[in-house]
T-cell receptor, first 116, second 114 residues
């Protein structure tokens, strides 16, 4: 069975400083991993995805994530936070690399707060 | 523009009433999904459909029903049997068999039971 743990429910950073959102996963197979972002009262939007190609994945809005198999981690980073980054972020794992979204497991989310 | 449209955005219901949430997509995606979101709980899968006239239960299907009569439409009915229906409901779609789990979401419907 697969699972995903987002290690922080809330993260607060100042504008212009780096962002780190932590995600650990558990999977019996080679997983696919995703980060989604959700702004208040909106749907989710895909930020980036890892599907067994390059371990460092670049996404939209300057975000990137590194797949570390030895640490079973897929942390999300951004060099410099912007006020518009304030949102909820979800780490997602899938064991079915070619399948549909019925095989996805969502983390509980990390609320990112940006201080001016 | 292609996308997913959910309606209504806000809905209030009295206990004992059924309500239906609409979800329409023009992305030509085969697969569609309904998720429930509660604060601090992440997303939980209610139902999904990979083809017209077929659908499967997700992790929390009790008290819900769906239909998939058209490729573009996947309405969700929250029945009176659902014990705690107040939540944010999200509809999503994906390319069936591909896409590696990439979902496209609507903007959600917030249901409040009075």
């Amino acid at each position: 069975a697969q699972s995903v743990t987002q290690l922080d429910s809330h993260v607060s950073v100042s504008e212009g400083t780096p962002v780190l959102l932590r995600c650990n996963y558990s999977s019996s197979y080679s997983p696919s991993l995703f980060w989604y972002v959700q702004h208040p009262n909106k749907g989710l939007q895909l930020l980036l995805k890892y599907t067994s190609a390059a371990t460092l994945v670049k996404g939209i809005n300057g975000f990137e994530a590194e797949f570390k198999k030895s640490e079973t981690s897929f942390h999300l980073t951004k060099p410099s936070a912007h006020m518009s980054d304030a949102a909820e972020y979800f780490c997602v794992v899938s064991e079915y690399s070619g399948g549909g979204a019925d095989g996805l497991t969502f983390g509980k989310g990390t609320h990112l707060i940006i201080q001016p | 523009d292609g996308g997913i449209t959910q309606s209504p955005k806000y809905l209030f219901r009295k206990e004992g009433q059924n309500v239906t949430l609409s979800c329409e997509q023009n992305l030509n995606h085969d697969a569609m999904y309904w998720y429930r979101q509660d604060p601090g709980q992440g997303l939980r899968l209610i139902y999904y459909s990979q083809i017209v006239n077929d659908f499967q239960k997700g992790d929390i299907a009790e008290g819900y029903s769906v239909s998939r009569e058209k490729k573009e439409s996947f309405p969700l009915t929250v029945t009176s049997a659902q014990k705690n229906p107040t939540a944010f409901y999200l509809c999503a779609s994906s390319m069936s068999g591909t896409g590696y789990g990439e979902l496209f979401f609507g903007e959600g419907s917030r249901l409040t039971v009075l």
